[in-house]
């Protein structure tokens, strides 16, 4: 399924194809937690999903020290 997302950092507008199914959205529409619902999903993807920002946008604005674990 294909998103279009606007980052909250940048304002730039990025796409992804993403492979979940119409009822994983529905669950986390409805309120059901993204890690629940889409756990094939790496976390990038799921911040994708959430907040439009892609992991370019997070290694170029936090640069290289930056470490999500």
Known sequence: MKFTR????TGN???MDLDITEDQ??????GQLIQDVMPELSPD???FLMTGITSDEWDSLMGDDYDTT
């Open 6 to 9: 606007t980052s909250m950092m």
């Open 13 to 15: 507008t990025h796409e």
């Open 25 to 30: 959205l529905n669950d986390w529409n409805q």
């Open 45 to 47: 993807a799921r911040e």
